[in-house]
């Protein structure tokens, strides 16, 4: 039976931090239950003529071909548009842009570097706006990190997660995520790439969940999750340094040793092997990291489905 919830406000899915623990475990199960239809070959038409926009700033291969191939399989159509198709190129503002796409389609899903580009849009859409990646979070990533956590170990309240490398967009996600669903997360990163001033208040919010911790041995002790990420993400300029200042936070089966016997290693790739990540890890026992590219499939489904009210099927 399809339980929708048509009324209220717009349901737009722009961070973590917006939700309640309830609204995002209603999210995974969803995922779970489509995850589950999908392999027994089902595929429920819940979004049958309706029209998501698929707007991108930079390249994409999972945000997009998941969103893409997720729209499709509930029966709904994409539009995939980059900022130089559109009149954004021209200097439209996203307000404007916003107002009139929001005329045109039923959901937007954009991915874009400025934070703040994504609250210009949400703010003048009538239609619900997903952020599918800002250089500030990547919520729809992290949601699928959890769902493929808990597939394989059972539920994450409680468990040690580790976050080894630069301080980033998913990074921030997880601090979000933390205050909802009862894991602790230490972070071990070089001074250089630290947080910045408006995550660290974040974490400071989690009154004690989150711990920083410098040195990525002392970090990953008895890890049930250890997560990193690429050292050098789209529009770095400082490569080279980056590569020197973040050698010794690369993950390797010595610095595995040191996590929980039963942990598991995610990565929420692209992955440039041999930096952050030896191939022995990350092609290991321990990795998730395929599992966890599935997910980000069937969380966009559960993230379209709530955004359009549909909470059960």
């Known amino acids: 039976m399809m339980t929708t919830a048509q009324s209220g406000p717009l349901r737009h899915f722009l961070d973590l931090s917006d939700f309640s623990a309830p ?69 439209e503002t996203l307000a404007d842009t916003a107002r009139v796409m929001s005329r045109y389609v039923d959901a937007i899903m954009i991915r874009i570097l400025s934070h703040d580009d994504l609250m210009e849009l949400a703010g003048a859409s009538s239609v619900p706006v997903i952020n599918g990646l800002t250089r500030r979070s990547h919520p729809c990533q992290v949601m699928a990190d959890i769902l493929t956590y808990e597939e394989h170990r059972g539920p994450i309240a409680g468990r040690k997660v580790v976050w080894v490398g630069d301080s980033n967009n998913v990074l921030a996600s997880w601090v979000h995520a933390t205050r909802a669903f009862g894991n602790t997360l230490t972070v071990s990163t070089p001074e250089e790439y630290g947080p910045d001033q408006g995550l660290l208040v974040d974490i400071e919010a989690t009154g004690g969940a989150v711990r920083l911790v410098d040195d990525p041995r002392q970090a990953v002790s008895g890890a049930d999750l250890v997560i990193t990420d690429t050292w050098v993400s789209m529009g770095d300029t400082d490569a080279k340094e980056r590569r020197k200042v973040l050698s010794p936070w690369r993950v390797d089966t010595r610095l595995m040793a040191e996590a929980a016997p039963n942990s598991v290693f995610m990565h929420c790739l692209p992955a440039h092997r041999g930096d952050e990540v030896t191939d022995e890890v990350i092609d290991g026992p321990q990795s998730v990291v395929f599992d966890e590219a599935e997910n980000r499939l069937h969380v966009q489904k559960a993230i379209l489905l709530w955004a359009f009210g549909i909470e059960e099927l």
Do not use: N, W, Y
């Open 23 to 91: 609204d995002l475990r209603r999210i995974l199960g969803l995922a779970a239950d489509l995850k589950a239809r999908l392999k027994a070959g089902e595929r429920p038409l819940l979004l049958k003529d309706k029209v998501l926009a698929m707007i991108f700033e930079r390249e994409s291969t999972r945000t997009r071909v998941s969103f893409d191939v997720g729209m499709r399989q509930l029966g709904g159509e994409t539009l995939m548009l980059t900022g130089h198709e559109m009149q954004l190129a021209r200097e």
